[in-house]
């Protein structure tokens, strides 16, 4: 078999317009009418669960980068298992706690010295008291839902 080279390759013509206006078309951009059907209190309880799983684990004793590795390892795999069993919730949040994980990762492996635990305590003291708005923001959905 012969490799092709480029000149051998041709591009059939596309109308970029049509085609960028049939993605867009599959996309809705008010949040409101994407959850108008999602009874967001049926999720509370799990999401609550969820949520102090991932505080539970990420509360580890980190001294090391070592540390580190191991208990974002736990997260992960933690998140990964909620994302399996609850689709809606997984997919509403376990991206978005993964994003998390990696910038906490990537940021204390920059630091020059094996002893992260100040840094690490504070940047986990930020993810809980974010994680609490974000509770509170969906409670507070839910409630002005029923008003």
């Given at each position: 078999t012969k490799p092709t080279t480029p000149k051998e390759c041709t591009f059939a013509k596309r109308d970029k317009k049509r085609a960028i206006e049939a993605i867009e078309s599959a996309f809705e951009?008010?949040?409101?009418?994407?959850f108008e059907d999602i009874k967001l209190e049926e999720y509370l309880e799990?999401?609550?669960?969820?949520?102090?799983?991932?505080?539970?684990?990420?509360?580890?004793?980190?001294?090391?980068?070592?540390?580190?590795?191991?208990?974002?390892d736990s997260a992960s795999s933690f998140v990964q298992s909620f994302r399996s069993k609850e689709r809606f919730l997984g997919t509403l949040i376990g991206g978005?706690?993964?994003?998390?994980?990696?910038?906490?990762?990537?940021?204390?492996?920059?630091?020059?010295?094996?002893?992260?635990?100040?840094?690490?305590?504070?940047?986990?003291?930020?993810?809980?008291?974010g994680i609490e708005q974000f509770k509170i923001r969906v409670k507070l959905t839910i409630a002005m839902k029923s008003i």
């Open positions: 951009y008010d949040s409101e009418k994407i799990e999401l609550s669960t969820f949520i102090d799983g991932v505080k539970n684990i990420l509360r580890a004793d980190v001294k090391s980068k070592k540390d580190l590795f191991i208990t974002l978005s706690i993964f994003h998390i994980l990696s910038a906490i990762f990537v940021s204390m492996m920059h630091i020059k010295r094996d002893d992260i635990s100040a840094q690490y305590r504070d940047f986990i003291e930020i993810f809980e008291q």
